[in-house]
């Protein structure tokens, strides 16, 4: 079955703990991404990676960081954990850019 | 700022009417837009899209209009199925740089039977 999967579903941490969430998808998409959804503000761009070894920021990367070293798998980082990283978070991958995004069912992180 | 509105935060229709969800952006450079279907504990799944060179896309009981000039763009969902409660986020392409997208802040939509 296509698709994109992220673990873990749920992590409560707290802050400085170093975390990484994993992304990966069997499609073999080129174009992978992250976001993060706070209420009343919708998903907002962190990072995406045209490619291996291609990455770039979106709209929101401070305190994020993220790696391609395979196709298949974008993980993103949180170095030093904050309060207001709290938030819902989905990775996404299209075939290329600027197209169809598949979706990740989404991490709830909390950091208290 | 957002460029990127969805007004309405919810939407309450009976079943078999009409829903239309609008949303509203700010940037002339965006020239692909999506309407993207959200349930409960799952990812958003692509719904349908729209080129910015065209003014209306039609797909099943999906339809999203496009008004370029006013920038505007509506969903309308007819007839409405239970089925069809979810959150709806609107998103739009940077069309200088297509690895970026903006999103609305979604509308979730109740269909009562």
């Known amino acids: 079955e296509a698709q994109v999967t992220q673990n873990p579903r749920y992590l409560i941490t707290v802050t400085g703990k170093k975390l990484t969430v994993t992304c990966s998808q069997n499609?073999?998409?080129?174009?992978m991404s992250w976001y993060r959804q706070d209420p009343g503000l919708g998903l907002r761009q962190i990072y995406y990676?045209?490619?291996?070894?291609?990455?770039d920021k979106g709209d929101v990367p401070e305190g994020y960081k993220v790696s391609r070293k395979e196709k298949r798998n974008f993980p993103l980082i949180l170095e030093s954990p904050s309060p207001n990283q709290t938030s819902l978070y989905f990775c996404?991958?299209?075939?290329?850019?600027?197209?169809?995004?598949?979706f990740g069912a989404g991490t709830r992180l909390s950091v208290l | 700022d957002q460029q990127v509105k969805q007004n309405s935060p919810s939407l309450s229709v009976q079943e078999g009417r009409i829903s239309i969800l609008n949303c509203d952006y700010t940037?002339?450079?965006?020239?692909?837009f999506l309407w993207y279907k959200k349930y409960p504990a799952e990812g958003p799944t692509f719904l349908i899209s729209?080129?910015?060179?065209?003014d209306k896309n039609e797909d099943g009981r999906f339809t999203v209009f496009l008004n370029k000039s006013a920038k505007h763009l509506s969903l309308h969902i007819v007839p409405s199925q239970p089925g069809d409660s979810a959150v709806y986020f609107c998103?739009?392409?940077?069309?200088?740089?297509?690895?970026?997208?903006?999103f609305g802040s979604g509308t979730k939509l109740n269909v009562k039977p």
């Open positions: 729209i080129s910015s060179i065209k």
């Open positions: 940037n002339s450079m965006f020239d692909y």
């Open positions: 499609m073999n998409h080129e174009y």
């Open positions: 998103a739009a392409r940077n069309g200088y740089n297509f690895n970026k997208f903006y």
């Open positions: 996404a991958s299209s075939p290329s850019p600027g197209g169809i995004q598949y």
């Open positions: 990676s045209m490619n291996v070894e291609v990455t």
